[in-house]
C-alpha cells in the first residue's frame, strides 16, 4: 500500500464541529450516472468555521452555500474540506456516483434489475459529501426520480408524501421520515417488484401498513417472513412496550448484499436468503433463522434507530441488546432450551476463538481501522451475553425499568454503552461498576472450581478462581463480576435449597474476586453441583466431574440446558481422551456408560424431540479446535468420525426405530412437527454410516416432500461419503439451478465435501452457472463452507487450500473487500497449527500484505496476525 491506513481510538471521540439537522436528497437514477443533490441544513458547533465532510469514489459537480456557489474548499480522495463558512448555512452539494460499476455493495449500486443501498458502518459517504459518523442525526426527507417502467416502485425512509408522473416515461416519489437519525440508517430502493401486503394494529389503535418487496415470481415466499413480522411487533409490545412508529414498514429482499439485513428506519433491506422460504425451498432452519433476523431488524427500531450509537466504538450498543432480544422473542416463541443451546453453541465455537485469536477484542473496541471488521461474534454475540448477564443480575422487572428508563432518556439521541449501563443501575440499584469491565476488557475468562463437604458440620464450599489469558489488545487483566449459576442436588435427585447463615442463598452467585469461597449449609450428603446453568456468564469452565456425576445431571437436572451441557462435558472428555491416543497410536475407545447415557436420553419420551436432537449433536471440529493450544486437525477429525461411527453401531435399533416412527405424511413449520423432523434426520446422520444408510438416504430423497428432509438427506450423503452422493447432488442441480438461493444449500454441500479431491471439486463448481464471485452468498456458500467446514481439506498437508484461499482473497481484495474481509479468518489463525502449516499460512498472508491496493478491511486483519 502506499500509505498505511490510519488507527482511531475511542478515547479521542470528539463531537462534531458541525451538526445537520435536516436534509434533503434527490436521486435521478441511471445505472452509470446516478446524480445525488444533497442540501443540508447545517450549523456551526465549535469555534471553528472549516466543515470536514467524508466522501469516498465521488464526482463533485457543484457546491453551493446559501445558494451561491462556494469556491473556498479542497478536496481529496477520502474527503472534501470547506473554508470560511458562516455558522448557520443551507449547503447544496451535487455528486455523481456509478451504482453499476459498486461491487463492493456499499453505498448506491445494483442488485440485479435494481437500485440499493447499505450504508452501515459509513457507505453514505459512498453517495454524497456528508458528516457520515453517527452522531449526526438529521431528519431526511428523499425524492427519487427514475424510468417508471423499468423501477416502478421507489422506496426510502418514513412515510410517502408525494408523488407524480414526468416527461420521457419518468416519475418521481417523495419520502419524508419524522425522525431524526444517522446517516448509516439512510435507505434507498428503486426496482420491478411483487408485493405482499398487509397491516398490524398497534396497542394504541394505530394502523401500520406492512409491505414486503421481492423479485418476481417469488410472492409465494414471502409469507413466513410477514408472519414473522407482525410476531415481532406484537412481541415488542408485550414483552418491552414498544409501538412502532411510522404509518408504514417495508422489507425489500435482494441477491446482492453483504450482511444479512439491516435496520433502516421504516426501510428494511434484507438479504433475500432472511425473506424467501417455502416447503419447497427453505429448510426448518431456513425458516427459524428468517423468524429471527426479521425479529432483529424489526427490535432495532427502538434499540438502535430511536436511540443510536455515539460513535462506531459503542456497536454493541445497538447490536448486544438487539440480539439479546432478538434471542427472548425466539425462546418466547419456541423452546428456550433449544434456543439457548443454539446460542451457546456460537459462543464456545466461534466467539471464543475469536477472543483468542489476533482480532481479539472488548465488546466495546478501543481502537478501529475499519469499522467493517467489527461487526463481529464479539460485538454480537459475546455482547448479547453481557446484556443476558445484566438480565440475570437485574431480574427480569428491575431489567425492563432499566430498559424504559435508557429509551425515555436517550430518545432521538446517540447513546454510548456507558449510558445504558447508568441506566440499569439507577433503575436497579445494583452497582455495576466492576460489571463495566465487561465493556472493556478482552478474551474469554477462565473459571476453576473446587469442592469441598464436610459431613460433621453438613457444609459444602466452592471455590472459584478466575483468570484470563493476556490478549494481543490486553496483556493485564482484572477481576470480573460473574454471575455463576448452580444448583446442588442429593443422590436421589432432589434440589437442595441453598442456604448460608442461616439465611436462603439465591442461586446466582456474584463472583467478583479472584479467588472466592461461597459455603452452604444445612448440605445432609455429598451433593452433585450443576455449575454455571443457563450458561449463565460467557466463561470457560473448570470442575472435575466424574462420568457417573454428568451421566447423573443428564438425567436429573431440572435444568433442559444443565442436562444437554454435562452431555456435552461427557462427550469433551472422551473426544480429548481419544485425540491424546490417535497420538499416541492408540486404539479410539467410546465406554459403553457414554453409550448407555446417550440411549437413555434417546428414550426417554418426556423430553422434547428438539431437544434430544441437541442432546445428539456433537461437538463440530471447529469447537474442538478452540479446546487446544496447538490444533492436530486430523486427529480431531479421526475422532470425531470415529464417534459417530461408533454410536450410530451401537445404537442403531433404537435410531432406526425412531426415525421410522417419526415419519410425517403432511409438511408443518409448527415447533412440534420441526423438533420431530430434526430428530428424525439426525438420526438419519448417524444411520448413513450403518449398512441401511445408503437405501435410507437414497429414499428419503425421493420421497421428501420439503426441503428440510431432502437437504438432511444429501448433508448425511455427504458427511458419509456414500456411493449415492453424486447422483442426489446432478439430480438436485438439474431441478434448482435456475434458483441461486435454494443452490446456495448444494454449494455449501460441495464446499465442506470431505472427499479427497474436494479442492477440484470445488473449482470445478466455479465454473457452475449459477456460481458468481461477485455475490456474497454465492461465495459463502462455496468457499466460505470450504474455509470455515472443511477442516482437513482447507489444511491440507499439500497447502493447496491456502493456496486457494489466497488467489479468492486477492481477487475479492478489489471487487469486495468486506466479503474479503470475512472470509480471510481461518488463516489468521495460523499460530494454531503445526510449523509446516504455518509456513504455508504466513506465506499467503505475506504475499496479500504486500498487494499495491491493499483494502483497508484486509490490511487491519492482517497487520494484527503477522505483528502478533
Not at 193 to 220: A, P, Q, Y
Not at 510 to 532: D, G, M
Not at 537 to 564: C, I
Request: glycine share 6%; with cysteine; hydrophobic share 35%.
Amino acid at each position: 500500500m502506499a500509505t498505511s491506513p490510519q488507527a482511531k481510538y475511542r478515547k479521542d471521540y470528539q463531537a462534531p464541529t458541525h451538526t445537520i439537522s435536516e436534509i434533503e436528497l434527490f436521486f435521478e437514477l441511471h445505472d452509470d450516472q446516478t446524480l445525488v443533490t444533497a442540501i443540508s441544513q447545517v450549523q456551526q458547533q465549535s469555534t471553528s468555521s472549516t466543515l470536514i465532510l467524508d466522501g469516498e469514489g465521488l464526482i463533485l459537480q457543484s457546491i453551493q452555500v446559501n445558494g451561491v456557489d462556494w469556491t473556498s474548499y479542497t478536496q481529496s480522495e477520502l474527503s472534501l474540506e470547506l473554508y470560511h463558512l458562516p455558522e448557520t448555512f443551507t449547503l447544496t452539494i451535487m455528486t455523481q456516483i456509478d451504482p453499476q460499476a459498486n461491487t463492493a455493495l456499499e453505498g448506491l449500486y445494483k442488485s440485479g434489475g435494481a437500485f440499493c443501498t447499505q450504508c452501515e458502518a459509513e457507505g453514505f459517504r459512498r453517495i454524497t459529501y456528508y458528516l457520515d459518523r453517527p452522531d449526526v442525526l438529521a431528519k431526511y426527507t428523499t425524492t427519487i426520480t427514475a424510468d417508471k417502467t423499468l423501477y416502478p416502485f421507489l422506496l426510502s425512509n418514513g412515510n410517502k408524501v408525494a408523488e407524480g408522473e414526468l416527461e420521457n416515461g419518468k416519475h418521481w416519489v417523495k419520502w419524508q421520515d419524522p425522525h431524526p437519525k444517522p446517516a448509516y440508517l439512510f435507505a434507498l430502493v428503486a426496482g420491478d417488484f411483487d408485493v405482499l401486503r398487509d397491516h398490524f394494529v398497534t396497542n394504541s389503535g394505530r394502523k401500520v401498513d406492512l409491505e414486503i418487496f421481492v423479485d418476481k415470481g417469488n410472492l409465494d415466499r414471502a409469507n413466513h417472513a410477514m408472519v414473522s413480522l407482525k410476531h415481532s411487533m406484537q412481541w415488542d409490545e408485550q414483552r418491552f412496550g414498544l409501538e412502532y412508529d411510522l404509518d408504514i414498514y417495508m422489507i425489500v429482499a435482494v441477491d446482492f448484499f453483504n450482511m444479512g439485513a439491516m435496520e433502516n428506519k421504516g426501510l428494511n433491506i434484507f438479504n433475500s436468503k432472511f425473506v424467501l422460504a417455502n416447503e419447497k425451498t427453505a429448510t426448518d432452519t431456513d425458516y427459524l433463522g428468517i423468524e429471527s433476523v426479521i425479529g432483529h431488524e424489526y427490535f432495532h427500531n427502538w434499540t438502535g434507530n430511536r436511540v443510536t450509537c455515539r460513535d462506531w466504538f459503542q456497536l454493541s450498543l445497538k447490536e448486544g441488546l438487539t440480539v439479546f432480544r432478538d434471542q427472548e422473542f425466539s425462546s418466547d416463541l419456541g423452546s428456550r432450551a433449544v434456543n439457548r443451546i443454539h446460542n451457546v453453541r456460537i459462543i464456545r465455537g466461534p466467539q471464543f476463538a475469536e477472543d483468542a485469536g489476533p482480532m481479539s477484542h472488548p465488546i466495546r473496541p478501543d481502537k478501529v481501522i475499519e469499522m467493517n471488521n467489527f461487526y463481529t461474534l464479539t460485538v454480537y454475540e459475546k455482547g448479547s451475553e453481557v446484556i443476558r448477564m445484566l438480565h440475570t443480575l437485574l431480574g427480569e422487572e428491575d431489567f425492563q425499568k432499566g430498559i424504559k428508563l435508557y429509551i425515555t432518556r436517550h430518545d432521538g439521541t446517540a447513546a454510548t454503552c456507558e449510558d445504558f449501563v447508568l441506566a440499569m443501575e439507577e433503575a436497579s440499584g445494583i452497582d455495576l461498576q466492576q460489571f463495566r469491565l465487561w465493556y472493556s476488557q478482552s478474551g474469554t475468562p477462565l473459571l476453576k472450581v473446587s469442592s469441598d463437604y464436610q459431613a460433621t458440620s453438613a457444609t459444602y464450599s466452592l471455590t472459584i478462581e478466575q483468570t484470563t489469558e493476556p490478549t494481543a489488545d490486553q496483556p493485564n487483566k482484572q477481576p470480573l463480576h460473574i454471575p455463576f449459576d448452580i444448583e446442588l442436588y442429593q443422590p436421589d435427585g432432589t434440589a437442595i435449597p441453598l442456604q448460608c447463615n442461616g439465611m436462603p442463598l439465591h442461586h446466582v452467585l456474584n463472583v467478583t474476586q479472584q479467588k472466592q469461597t461461597f459455603v452452604f449449609e444445612n448440605v445432609p450428603a455429598r451433593p452433585i453441583p450443576s455449575l454455571l446453568r443457563e450458561f449463565s456468564a460467557p466463561v470457560k469452565l473448570e470442575y472435575n466431574y466424574t462420568d457417573q456425576e454428568l451421566g447423573f445431571l443428564m438425567v436429573h437436572s431440572k435444568n433442559e440446558f444443565a442436562r444437554w451441557d454435562a452431555g456435552q462435558m461427557l462427550l469433551a472428555k472422551y473426544i480429548r481422551n481419544n485425540v491424546d491416543s490417535v497420538q499416541q497410536g492408540k486404539t479410539i475407545v467410546l465406554p459403553d456408560s457414554v453409550i448407555d447415557a446417550f440411549r437413555g436420553i434417546l428414550l426417554n419420551d418426556a423430553l422434547d424431540p428438539a431437544f434430544i436432537t441437541e442432546m445428539l449433536t456433537l461437538p463440530n471440529h471447529n469447537e474442538v479446535s478452540g479446546w487446544y493450544k496447538q490444533v492436530d486437525v486430523d486427529a480431531i477429525a479421526q475422532v470425531l468420525h470415529q464417534f459417530k461411527v461408533m454410536l450410530a453401531t451401537e445404537l442403531e435399533d433404537e435410531l432406526s426405530t425412531i426415525y421410522h416412527l417419526l415419519k410425517q405424511e403432511e409438511y408443518s413449520i409448527s415447533h412440534e412437527a420441526i423438533g420431530q423432523r430434526a430428530l428424525r434426520n439426525i438420526c438419519l446422520s448417524y444411520l448413513a454410516y450403518t449398512e441401511q444408510g445408503e437405501r435410507l438416504v437414497n429414499r428419503q430423497y425421493h420421497q421428501s416432500n420439503n426441503m428440510t428432509d431432502t437437504m438432511s438427506a444429501m448433508s448425511a450423503a455427504n458427511s458419509a461419503q456414500l456411493s449415492c452422493r453424486e447422483a442426489l447432488m446432478e439430480d438436485f442441480s438439474a431441478k434448482w439451478q435456475h434458483d441461486g438461493l435454494v443452490m446456495d444449500k448444494w454449494f455449501a454441500l460441495q464446499g465442506s465435501n470431505p472427499a479427497e479431491d474436494a479442492l477440484l471439486v470445488i473449482k470445478n463448481t466455479m465454473k457452475h452457472p449459477t456460481f458468481s464471485l461477485k455475490n456474497p452468498n454465492r461465495i459463502r456458500s462455496l468457499i466460505g463452507s470450504f474455509l470455515t467446514m472443511n477442516p482437513v481439506r482447507f489444511h491440507a498437508q499439500s497447502g493447496e487450500g491456502y493456496q486457494f484461499a489466497g488467489e479468492i482473497l486477492r481477487e475479492l481484495n478489489t471487487s469486495n473487500p468486506q466479503v474479503a474481509s470475512r472470509l480471510i479468518d481461518p488463516l489468521l489463525k495460523f499460530r494454531l497449527y503445526d510449523q509446516h502449516r504455518q509456513a504455508l499460512m504466513k506465506k499467503e498472508l505475506d504475499a496479500l500484505k504486500n498487494l499495491d491496493n491493499l483494502a483497508r478491511d484486509l490490511f487491519e486483519k492482517l497487520t494484527k496476525a503477522l505483528d502478533q
